[in-house]
C-alpha cells in the first residue's frame, strides 16, 4: 500500500515535470525567440532575387556549405576536428590539405592561411579569416574574369568587424560572398 502511494506520486510528479518543461517551457521559449528573435529563430536564412521576380533561400548564414570549384571562395575543411594540434594525425590531415591547396591552386605562392588547412569544431564554421579571403582573390577574380579589385570589394561587403570592437576576429561570410560573386546577392540585400 506504502509503495502504491509513493509510485502514485512519482507518477504525478512526472507527468507534472513534463508538461512543465516539455510543453510549457519549450513553448514559451519558443513564441519568445519568434517575438522578440524572428530571424535568429527560424535559421538566419539568406534568400535572394531570382530573375524572374521569386525569392529563393540558399543557406543559413551560420551553417557553411562546401565549395570546391576555382570560382568561389573556398571555407574551411568540412570536418568535426577535436584532434591536438600537436598530435601526429592531425599533422597528417594539415599536410594533407596543403597539398590540395597546392594542387588546386599551383600560382599561389603565398602561405596557405591556417583557417584553410584544419577544420573547426563543429565542422560547419560558415566564417574564414580576411586573410584565408586574401588568399583566394587571384583565383576568383581569374576564374571570373574580374579585377582583383572587384573581388576583394565583395569581400568586404561580407566581412564582419569584431563585436563591440574589441571581441573576436573578423570574419568573412563565404556563403554570402559566393552569392554575391554569382550576382545573386547585393550588400543591401542580405537578411
Known amino acids: 500500500m506504502k509503495a502504491m502511494k509513493s509510485f502514485r506520486a512519482a507518477a504525478i510528479c512526472f507527468g507534472i515535470m513534463t508538461i512543465l518543461c516539455g510543453i510549457v517551457y519549450t513553448a514559451a521559449v519558443t513564441g519568445a525567440a519568434q517575438l522578440l528573435f524572428p530571424d535568429q529563430a527560424n535559421g538566419t536564412i539568406i534568400t535572394a532575387a531570382q530573375r524572374d521576380g521569386t525569392q529563393k533561400e540558399y543557406g543559413s548564414q551560420w551553417i557553411a556549405q562546401e565549395f570546391t570549384k ?26 594533407e590539405r596543403v597539398n590540395w591547396w597546392h594542387s588546386f591552386d599551383p600560382d599561389n605562392k603565398a602561405d596557405i592561411p591556417m583557417d584553410l588547412v584544419t577544420a573547426s569544431g563543429s565542422g560547419v564554421d560558415p566564417h574564414i579569416s580576411p586573410e584565408a579571403a586574401e588568399y583566394q582573390v587571384a583565383r576568383i577574380a581569374a576564374a571570373r574574369n574580374m579585377t582583383e579589385d572587384q573581388v576583394r570589394s565583395i569581400i568586404r561587403s561580407y566581412t564582419r568587424d569584431r563585436f563591440l570592437g574589441f571581441i573576436g576576429q573578423p570574419a568573412v561570410n563565404v556563403l554570402e560572398v559566393n552569392l554575391a560573386l554569382d550576382g545573386l546577392l547585393q550588400p543591401e540585400n542580405v537578411v
Open 70 to 95: 576555382p570560382q568561389y571562395l573556398i571555407g574551411r575543411p568540412f570536418k568535426v576536428s577535436n584532434l591536438s594540434p600537436a598530435g601526429k594525425e592531425q599533422q597528417i590531415l594539415v599536410s
